[in-house]
Nanobody, 123 residues
Framework: QVHLVESGGGSVQAGGSLRLSCAAS????????MGWFRQAPGKEREGVAA???????RYAESVKGRFTISHDNAKNILYLQMNSLKPEDTAMYYC?????????????????WGQGTQVTVSS
């Protein structure tokens, strides 16, 4: 059973930065894809950034150039560095994992979810 625990959310002003962390347990590097999703009130959950099982990275167009996904293999922690934050980035952010043959870019692929961490960006 994969267990995911996020941390690092909070409130910032537009233009600020936050780093989200996701501590993962119970699977080896390369056996899963991992990613970050977000869901704003009244909106569907959407993929933000993903790390495929081969280490390649994917980003939503809305965050390219501002967000960076990375993984500490020794600690098995997934990060999302978010810079130049905008009010429209306000959402609950979720860490996710799925078997290696998926891309972790759509919610339907995800087997495991974290509990979520709130990010609020004020103008």
């Amino acid at each position: 059973q994969v267990h995911l625990v996020e941390s690092g959310g909070g409130s910032v002003q537009a233009g600020g930065s936050l780093r989200l962390s996701c501590a993962a347990s119970a699977f080896a590097t390369g056996s899963h894809c991992m990613g970050w999703f977000r869901q704003a009130p009244g909106k569907e959950r959407e993929g933000v950034a993903a790390m495929l099982s081969d280490g390649s990275l994917r980003y939503a167009e809305s965050v390219k150039g501002r967000f960076t996904i990375s993984h500490d293999n020794a600690k098995n922690i997934l990060y999302l560095q978010m810079n130049s934050l905008k009010p429209e980035d306000t959402a609950m952010y979720y860490c996710a994992a799925a078997p290696w043959y998926y891309t972790c870019r759509t919610p339907s692929e995800v087997n495991y979810w974290g509990q979520g961490t709130q990010v609020t960006v004020s103008s």
